[in-house]
């Protein structure tokens, strides 16, 4: 088992008028990925930016960009989302009714396949799908927003899901979104997570690199 700590600042929560120096941020951070969120108004209820954007980020980004999907049907840009760099694509269980062949086409289409599962979904319906997949983003709030609070159970589904990946020799891995902090980073490692989202805890705080810092490897 990987004893990795990763941390993925999500852009959702940074100064838009101040994209640049935000990503030169990230850039000498000890970031491990850029999370991009990108949603449709539809699969929840909030819209953000598309891959257009996704490739003028991906040109002084070098961080490697980890894009969280929240729309439906998300087979249909698959291309166009790793043509604009995504490093792992994650599309939500929820949203794809052909999951299997969503998952194989990211692979083969040449970047890491992600799921993700929303608070109300068990990692149980993940069963099949778990050799398919490099990355299982679980969702800690309910997707749409930055800055909600961590769902508690949620604790509970990364160490139910870090036992499937035990029992099966599966080599995904874990992340975590929404509501990390301080306060939880620790908890969620411990619990088998290995790349925590953070938005806020980072963006919002006074010093973005020291953040990253004390989420990866302060122990409280
Ligand atoms: C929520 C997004 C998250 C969001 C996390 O739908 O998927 O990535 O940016 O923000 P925080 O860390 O502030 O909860
Ligand atoms: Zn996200």
């Given amino acids: 088992m990987m004893p990795n700590k990763f941390i993925a600042p999500s852009l959702l929560s940074a100064d838009f008028i101040r994209l640049e120096s935000e990503i030169s941020m990230i850039n000498s951070s000890e970031a491990d990925y850029l999370h991009l969120d990108i949603m449709d108004g539809v699969f929840v209820p909030n819209i953000t930016f598309g891959w257009p954007i996704i490739e003028q980020i991906n040109q002084i980004c070098t961080k490697p960009l980890d894009v969280h999907l929240m729309i439906v049907q998300p087979e249909r840009y698959i291309q166009q989302f790793i043509n ?34 929303n608070p109300h979904t068990p990692v149980s319906a993940l069963s099949e ?13 309910n997707p749409g927003f930055g800055g909600q609070s961590f769902i508690k159970n949620s604790l509970e589904k990364i160490k139910q ?50 953040t990253i810092i004390l989420l990866k490897y302060r122990n409280l």
């Fill in 84 to 117: 604009a760099g995504a490093h792992f694509l994650t599309v939500h269980l929820e949203a794809s009714t052909h999951l299997h062949r969503t998952l194989t086409s990211i692979r083969e289409a040449g970047a890491k396949a992600g799921v993700s599962i």
């Fill in 129 to 141: 799908v778990l050799d398919l997949v490099d990355l299982v983003l679980i969702m800690s709030v």
């Fill in 161 to 210: 899901l870090s036992q499937m990946r035990k029992q099966g020799n599966h080599s995904f891995l874990i992340e975590v979104d929404g509501g990390v902090n301080l306060e939880n980073a620790n908890l969620l490692f411990d619990a088998g997570a290995e790349i925590l989202v953070a938005g806020n805890a980072v963006f919002k705080s006074e010093n973005p690199s020291e």
